[in-house]
Each structure stands twice: as structure tokens, then as C-alpha cells.
């Protein structure tokens, strides 16, 4: 037995002292990734794992970067912040990354950032919330669009609609909390008064009775803020109640599971934000994102076998943006790339056109957005 | 609209959705009548009712009556399954542990069902036509028709077995006295699995018929569930009637909260008038007193 236990620690010795000696020439640059690829945020945090896989074999099939292969080292946070912030220790200390894509969630990711600011590595986070990226942090980046580019892109295309009184109905998790706030900051900007505002549960199965309130108010139109499989059910309920007022969603449910949910009956005619990734064949030749978009779609479509998702778009986007710091830089330390991300001008990806500055750590304009009409089952974008 | 029809409307509304608590808390019944034990797993078999229906429908390609009949039977297994492999071998155990092993129970068949039909939300289509039927300004979905209709069958069908059959009077004196009831030449072991496979096939049936309206997922019997007991809780342990009225006013309470107050209040009003309720009358609105003999 003790000769035996003497076999293995000297082979673990030997390993110690050959895996350094074989790392320096081709070691690889290590990218960690933490997604909710289960728990109830796995709508975001499975497209993006899948992605990120996607690009570290596509990557690496190019020749990687500065000649080095490239290594996406994925961990699952299950939707918790706790587990995310363990994942990020073991990135950080174990894994030895150069930078961290994700998590999915605001709350994971608000949950890691003293942990990157300590270890002084960049994060390119693919959850949405408004204060990932204000105040600027030195080291925290973002790829969706904030909730307040959203708000600010309904309440343009209400305005011209000829829309001032409006009903607010917003889920009462994360996500719907914080556009609601960006709801009823900006709506005095848009000559809008909110006269009602209406919240439900993320778990709840009926709608009726806030619908039937907001029945009897004079809104004119009414925005729901929230995530599958709310925005779903308040689709069928208005349907059921007969309410014809504007429906206006956020880009929560900008997937097509949202249309499968609601029936393509009761989300005829909803309106909402969304990025130019779900409805790509609408998207003019000669635009930038065009090549980017058909591309992204076929290379998953093929390797995953399912439809393509906004949310994998957004660990597209920041896996493309951290590659593009390093070949910037011509270096893979984190602080050369967070240089490097922060120099980053004119980057088009998935989700729109990347500007970062010392100002500026989630880079995109309204212009990532375009309203969309949901007709006959399919999205159509408006003018 | 009218301030009447509002009302009117809360109230539909609240009544669907307050039967489907019923139907999860006749099944409580059931088992408890025959058990004494609480299944805490019974949110799950409502929440398997409407997903074994959903994938016979997607991936069976089944007709809609042979998906839902099909999903309801085959919940009626897994309840004897329940019985069989976790509740019988610890025949003789107290009343609370075997409680606690529902809750276990209960976490596996939420985790399996995660695991086998994802985590995603489905829907079922509606038994008949989609078209809401206007009543008096509210309007109102064929599918809670059918909601109505069958729990108040079941619920009819299950005082029909209670009461009036040897079968069902013989699972309430196993509930009553265990010993006495076996020296009476009752199968106790057969009784409580038969017990469990009504209560899962009353709990699955819930689950079909509400899954058109409010949607399905691998999670939704921790709500129901619970929604159910407090129904239960509400109307009196042990008595079918009492389940379904609490379930539907539990239901138009909490409509009526977030219609009247506030939507952010709704669950927090009906709980606390369900606490104030239990504060004054313990044994529930319909229970009777129970007397303890010594």
C-alpha cells in the first residue's frame, strides 16, 4: 500500500514540474465564463454556454489568438449569486483566466464584481441591468442594452403614436423592478403620465384582475416589463378581456417562445424593442450587422439544432469584443485587455455597434434597438 | 367598463382559479382521510397532470381527449408507485415522518420532471373553442367552464364515495383507527394505496384542465401545492367540500385584492385573512370539532 501511495505522489511531482515546462511556449489564453445554464435563468444562461463553446472552437480552428489557442473555461452559477461568486474565486485562482464573460443574471453580477475589481481582471457582463455599467467601474463591462435604452425607444414610438396616459404593468423580480423604475424616471421626458401601475408575481397564472383595473383608467396604452411567463399570460388575458389599448412589451420576451406561449392570436399586434438578431431576414444587405447576424445564426442553428436566442448573442458579443481587445494590444494580461476593451470604437456584433470609453462601459446607443410588431406569429420590424 | 363588471369579473376570475386550488386540496383529502398524513407531494402530481399532457400532445402526437385521459391515469400510477415504494415500507412510522418523506418525494418528481421535459414553460390547448364568452360585462374562457364543471363533478363524485360506498367509508375508518379497522377485515395497505392513486388522479386532473389557461412548467406544484393546502386549511382538513370552497375563495380573494388594493399585496391579503380565519375558528370554516376521547 505505502509504496503505492509513493508511486502516485512522485507522479503528481513529475506532473507539477512538466506541465509549466510544456505551458510557456503554447499556453493557452484562458477565458472564464460563469452562466446560468439551469435554475430559472437557464433561458439566458444555456444559448450563452452553448455560444461561448461555439466561439472558443471556432477561434481556435483560425489559428486562436497571437498564436496562442484560446481556452473557455465555463462554470454553471445555477441562478445564484452565492454560487456564482465561487465560480468566480475558482476563475480567478485556480483557472488563472485573463478575463471573465457573464454571469447572466444583474444579481450574480453584482454579486462577483468586488471579486474582479480585487483580482484586478476584466468582466464583460452579459446581464442587462442599468447599474452593472453606472457608475463606470474600472474593471466591468456589459453587452446588452440597458433597460433604459428600451424604455426610451417605446416611449419615442408611443409619442409619435400620439400616446400621454399610460398603464404600467411590471413583474415584481429584478428585472421588472428595475424597468419600472426606468419607466417612471423617464416618462415625464416623453410628455407621459402613468395612470396606473400595476405589479404580478413572476410565478403568477392569471392577469385578469390587473388588466380589468387598468380596463377602467383612460391609458391609452399599456407596457408590460417582465420576463416569460408573465408577459405571456397578461398576452392571453387581455385577448380574453377583450382590451384593445396598445400592448407594448419589453425585450424580455423578444424569443420566440414567447409567441409559442402566448398562441400567435393573443401577441398579434404587441409592439416591443428587440435586437436585430430575431428577425435577420428583415435586416437590409448593406447593413453592418447583416454579415455578422446571418453568420451567427447559421453557425448555431447547424451545431445546436435549435433556433438561435438573443441572450447567446450577448456572450457572442463579449467574447468577440475581449478577442478583439487582445489582438488590439497584441497581449492577453488583463490589464492590456481591459485597455483594450476600453479603446474599442465602431465594433459591430450581435447586438449592435460597441463604443467604449473611459465614460463609457456598455458602449451601445438606442440604435442597438428596433421596434418590432409581432404579425401573424412572426416579428416585423417597423420603421 | 362598469364598476359592477369589475367586480363581476374579479370574481370569475378569482373562481377558476381559486377551483384549481380546490382540486389540489381534494386530493390533500384524500390522502389525509385515509392516511392522517399530509402529501406535500401533491402539487407535484398536479403539475405532472398538465406536463405528461403537454409531451403526449408534442411528442406522442396524440389526440387532445387521448393525451389528457392518458396524462391523468398515468398519474394515478405514479401515485401507487408513491405509495408503494415510499410510504408502505415505513408502514408504522409516525404521522410527521412519513410527512417529511413527502416532501422528498416531492423534491424527486420536480427534479425528474426538470430533467426529462426541461425547464422551459408550455402550453396546452384550450378542450373547446377559444372564443371568452361575455357574461354581464365580464368576460369569461370556455376553458373555465370546463374548470367548473369538473371539480364540481369530482367534488360531487367524491362525496358520492365517501359517503354512500363501502369502499370510501372503509378508507375513513382506516383513518379513524388503523387496528380496529384491519380487525373489521379492511385491507389498511390497499386502502391507502388506493387512496393515493385517487388523490394523485383528482391532483393530475386539476393540472390538465387548468394547464390551457394559466400555462405549465417542471415548477409550478410548489404554488400549487401550497395554494392547495392553504385551501384545505381554509375550509377544514379532511372534508372534500370544505377544500374546493377554500380553494375558491382563497382564489377571489386574492383576486379581488390586487383588482380592489393592490397587485403587489394580492398573496400577502389572502394569507392574512386566512391566519385571521384560522386565529378565530382553528378547525376551518367547514370543519366540525373534532373530540378527542380519552
Redesign the interface.
Known amino acids: 500500500m505505502r509504496s503505492k501511495a509513493l508511486a502516485v505522489m512522485l507522479a503528481a511531482l513529475v506532473m507539477l514540474a512538466v506541465l509549466p515546462a510544456r505551458g510557456t511556449a503554447a499556453e493557452p489564453i484562458r477565458i472564464g465564463a460563469i452562466f446560468s445554464v439551469?435554475?430559472?435563468a437557464?433561458?439566458l444562461g444555456e444559448p450563452e454556454r452553448n455560444t461561448a463553446k461555439m466561439l472558443e472552437e471556432d477561434l481556435n480552428k483560425a489559428g486562436g489568438l497571437l498564436g496562442r489557442k484560446v481556452e473557455v473555461v465555463v462554470y454553471d452559477d445555477e441562478t445564484d449569486a452565492t454560487k456564482a461568486v465561487t465560480a468566480v474565486d475558482r476563475l480567478i485562482k485556480r483557472d488563472r483566466v485573463a478575463a471573465v464573460v457573464g454571469p447572466s443574471t444583474t444579481g450574480s453580477t453584482l454579486a462577483i464584481i468586488p471579486k474582479v475589481e480585487e483580482a484586478r481582471i476584466p468582466l464583460v457582463s452579459c446581464a442587462a441591468a442599468k447599474r452593472i455599467g453606472d457608475p463606470v467601474k474600472k474593471w466591468v463591462f456589459k453587452t446588452p442594452q440597458n433597460d433604459e435604452l428600451a424604455v426610451k425607444k417605446i416611449y419615442a414610438y408611443a409619442q409619435k403614436a400620439g400616446v400621454t396616459k399610460l398603464a404600467l404593468v411590471t413583474a415584481?423580480d429584478a428585472f421588472g423592478a428595475a424597468g419600472r423604475e426606468e419607466l417612471k424616471a423617464l416618462a415625464g421626458q416623453y410628455g407621459l403620465s402613468i395612470v396606473a401601475d400595476?405589479?404580478?408575481?413572476p410565478?403568477?397564472?392569471?392577469m385578469?384582475?390587473?388588466l380589468?383595473?387598468i380596463?377602467?383608467t383612460e391609458a391609452q396604452a399599456v407596457i408590460v416589463w417582465g420576463t416569460?411567463?408573465g408577459p405571456?399570460?397578461i398576452a392571453?388575458n387581455r385577448?380574453?378581456?377583450?382590451i384593445k389599448t396598445p400592448l407594448y412589451m419589453s425585450h424580455g420576451v423578444a424569443s420566440p417562445?414567447f409567441i409559442?406561449?402566448a398562441?400567435p392570436?393573443n401577441a398579434e399586434g404587441i409592439l416591443l424593442p428587440a435586437g436585430r438578431l430575431i428577425a435577420e431576414e428583415q435586416v437590409p444587405a448593406g447593413h453592418p450587422q447583416k454579415k455578422i447576424l446571418a453568420a451567427y445564426i447559421k453557425d448555431y442553428e447547424a451545431r445546436f439544432k435549435q433556433p438561435v436566442s438573443t441572450f447567446g448573442g450577448y456572450a457572442y458579443d463579449a467574447i468577440q469584443l475581449i478577442a478583439q481587445a487582445i489582438r488590439n494590444t497584441r497581449s492577453a494580461e488583463p490589464t492590456a485587455i481591459r485597455d483594450g476593451l476600453e479603446r474599442i470604437r465602431g465594433f459591430w456584433a450581435t447586438t449592435g455597434e460597441y463604443n467604449f470609453s473611459a465614460e463609457d462601459h456598455a458602449g451601445l446607443t438606442e440604435e442597438a434597438f428596433v421596434m418590432v410588431r409581432i404579425t401573424k406569429g412572426a416579428w416585423e420590424i417597423l420603421k | 367598463?362598469s364598476?359592477v363588471a369589475?367586480l363581476l369579473?374579479?370574481v370569475i376570475?378569482?373562481a377558476?382559479?381559486g377551483a384549481t386550488y380546490g382540486l389540489a386540496g381534494l386530493g390533500f383529502t384524500v390522502i389525509f382521510n385515509a392516511t392522517e398524513v399530509i402529501n406535500f407531494a401533491q402539487g407535484e402530481f398536479v403539475m405532472l397532470g398538465g406536463m405528461l399532457a403537454v409531451f403526449a400532445l408534442r411528442w406522442g402526437g396524440l389526440p387532445l381527449p387521448v393525451a389528457v385521459l392518458g396524462s391523468v391515469l398515468l398519474v394515478s400510477g405514479v401515485g401507487v408507485a408513491v405509495d408503494r415504494l415510499t410510504i408502505r415500507p415505513l408502514r408504522g412510522r409516525s404521522v410527521i415522518s412519513l410527512i417529511i418523506v413527502t416532501i422528498g418525494v416531492s423534491i424527486l418528481l420536480r427534479g425528474g420532471a426538470m430533467l426529462v421535459f426541461g425547464?422551459?414553460?408550455?402550453?396546452l390547448p384550450p378542450f373547446s373553442s377559444?372564443t371568452?364568452i361575455a357574461v354581464g360585462g365580464a368576460?369569461m374562457?370556455p376553458q373555465s367552464l370546463w374548470v367548473g364543471g369538473v371539480t364540481l363533478l369530482t367534488l360531487l363524485l367524491m362525496k358520492l364515495y365517501f359517503d354512500r360506498t363501502l369502499l370510501g367509508k372503509a378508507m375513513l375508518a382506516c383513518a379513524c383507527d388503523r387496528k380496529a379497522a384491519a380487525l373489521m377485515g379492511i385491507s389498511v395497505d390497499g386502502m391507502v394505496t388506493l387512496s393515493f392513486a385517487l388523490s394523485a388522479l383528482v391532483g393530475a386532473l386539476g393540472g390538465v384542465i387548468?394547464a390551457p389557461?394559466?400555462?405549465t412548467?417542471y415548477d409550478?406544484g410548489i404554488?400549487l401545492g401550497l395554494k392547495g393546502f392553504a385551501a384545505c386549511a381554509l375550509g377544514g382538513l379532511g372534508n372534500p367540500f370544505g377544500a374546493v370552497a377554500g380553494g375558491v375563495i382563497l382564489g377571489v380573494l386574492?383576486?379581488?385584492a390586487?383588482?380592489l388594493l393592490?397587485?403587489?399585496y394580492?398573496?400577502a391579503v389572502a394569507f392574512v385573512i386566512l391566519l385571521l380565519l384560522l386565529f378565530l375558528r382553528p378547525a376551518g370554516l367547514f370543519g366540525g370539532r373534532r373530540v378527542e376521547r380519552v
Not at chain 1, 400595476?198 to 408575481?201: A, I, K, M, N
Not at chain 1, 385577448?239 to 377583450?242: R, T
Not at chain 2, 425547464?119 to 402550453?123: G, L, M, P, R
Open positions: 439551469t435554475g430559472p437557464a433561458f415584481s400595476e405589479v404580478f408575481g410565478k403568477d397564472t392569471d385578469t384582475a390587473q380589468t383595473k380596463k377602467g416569460n411567463p405571456a399570460v392571453r385577448v380574453q378581456l377583450g417562445k409559442e406561449l398562441g392570436e | 367598463m364598476f369589475q369579473q374579479y376570475t378569482g377558476t382559479v425547464k422551459d414553460t408550455f402550453a377559444g371568452p368576460a374562457l387548468l389557461i394559466t400555462l412548467s409550478v404554488l386574492e383576486s379581488l390586487a383588482g393592490s397587485s403587489g394580492k398573496d
